[in-house]
């Protein structure tokens, strides 16, 4: 159950419910496929440096998964709200 369950208003009901886009994703794909080029360099230096950019991949993979799993983008029949891994929500509108 997501958070905005938790702060609806009596009557408000939810319209609309997503998160970032996958987009965040697309460094650490494109690490991946520099680090797949670099093993085909051979040893020793072209597989430290795959293994660095595979590594690297793997970090900013779960950096995108954690931002993605943290944060809410809902619009309500009253309002639109972002909330985030931040301690304040973002309250974007308020159709009242």
Known sequence: MSYITHVLQP???IRYQGSVRSILYLQALLLAVVGAVASLLGP???W???AIC???AVILALR???IRWT???VVTDRR???DTADAIPVPLQDFS
């Open 54 to 56: 595979f590594l690297l």
């Open 80 to 82: 639109a709200r972002l």
């Open 64 to 66: 995108a998964w954690f």
């Open 44 to 46: 020793p230096w072209g």
């Open 11 to 13: 009557g408000e009901s």
């Open 71 to 73: 944060n809410e983008i």
């Open 48 to 50: 430290v440096a795959s």
